[in-house]
């Protein structure tokens, strides 16, 4: 599934986004914590869709 991929790659992106922003020192915390978010959007995105993939088993 495209969709899943791309949500996986901003993802990693915005892990080494937040990662550099606070390694530089950077006072932004605003952005850190938009950015913070937003990773959390995705990672619930991504959870959604994963759970579509996977049928469910009734044992």
Known sequence: MRRLE???V???D??????ALV???GRDQMQVA???????RLRDE???LEDALV????A
């Open 46 to 48: 991504i959870a959604l």
């Open 6 to 8: 791309l949500l996986r």
């Open 23 to 25: 390694e530089s020192g």
């Open 10 to 12: 901003e993802h990693r």
């Open 34 to 40: 938009r950015l913070k978010k937003r990773k959390l």
């Open 14 to 19: 915005l892990d080494d986004a937040i990662a």
């Open 55 to 58: 049928p469910d088993i009734i």
